[in-house]
């Protein structure tokens, strides 16, 4: 059935230094792949987002890459800052129908 | 991207009791979402609610417990039916299409059941 794995459940960093999160997915045919950050109190926002056509996606500080061959993609966030702290998850479409969610990556980031 | 509204935002409840959470978009959309969030958990899908039709509910999930409905394309209504406390979560709208639509979330109603 449809599974999205991420890693690490948790991950302290430094401020300035940088945090990458990975995620793995079962369903061959997913085209695309979005990544959510939760702030305590608030629902999910999007903060980037990658289809399958491209290979990495950049937005800032922020960047996703995407093998569809292995079936892994990640995020990368560059100069983290305190306000980066939250839970992020990355999600995959399963049978382009519905979104798979991972299981989460509560980040912290030390001032 | 859209902007989504939920009613209530928070709730304390006693079981054996039913809540109704709302959810308003400021635009008209054709797919809308329920997601429960179990404390310190991911996102699990409940239904999805499409603008006359019956919802389509996942595996584990009933619509006598989870009842939906969508009487137009801006309006979603989820109810949880004789609430346990087992029922405590986070429960999420969200909108957006499938096959590579982006979805958006709203705020979420905390529902804590004593």
């Known amino acids: 059935g449809e599974n999205v794995e991420q890693h690490p459940s948790t991950l302290s960093v430094q401020e300035g230094d940088s945090a990458v999160i990975k995620c793995t997915y079962s369903?061959?045919?997913?085209?695309?792949f979005p990544w959510y950050k939760q702030e305590l109190g608030k629902g999910p926002q999007l903060i980037i987002d990658?289809?399958?056509?491209?290979g990495e996606k950049k937005d800032q500080r922020i960047a996703v890459t995407l093998n569809k061959t292995a079936k892994h993609f990640s995020l990368h966030i560059t100069e983290t800052q305190p306000e980066d702290s939250a839970v992020y998850f990355c999600?995959?479409?399963?049978?382009?129908?519905?979104?798979?969610f991972g299981t989460g990556t509560r980040l912290q980031v030390f001032p | 991207s859209a902007v989504i509204s939920q009613k209530p935002s928070r709730d304390i409840c006693q079981r054996g009791t039913s809540l109704t959470i709302q959810c308003q978009v400021d635009?008209?959309?054709?797919?809308m979402f329920w997601y429960r969030q179990q404390p310190g958990q991911s996102l699990t899908l409940i239904a999805t609610?499409?603008?006359?039709?019956?919802?389509?509910?996942e595996s584990g999930f009933v619509i006598d417990k989870f009842p939906i409905s969508r009487p137009n394309l801006t309006f979603s209504t989820l109810t949880v039916s004789n609430m346990s406390p087992e029922d405590s979560s986070i429960y999420l709208c969200?909108?957006?299409?499938?096959?590579?639509?982006?979805?958006?979330f709203g705020p979420g109603t905390r529902l804590l059941v004593l």
């Open positions: 969200s909108v957006g299409g499938t096959g590579g639509e982006t979805q958006y």
């Open positions: 369903d061959s045919a997913s085209n695309y």
């Open positions: 990658i289809r399958s056509n491209v």
């Open positions: 999600a995959a479409y399963y049978n382009t129908d519905k979104l798979i």
């Open positions: 635009s008209q959309v054709t797919m």
């Open positions: 609610a499409n603008q006359g039709s019956e919802a389509t509910y």
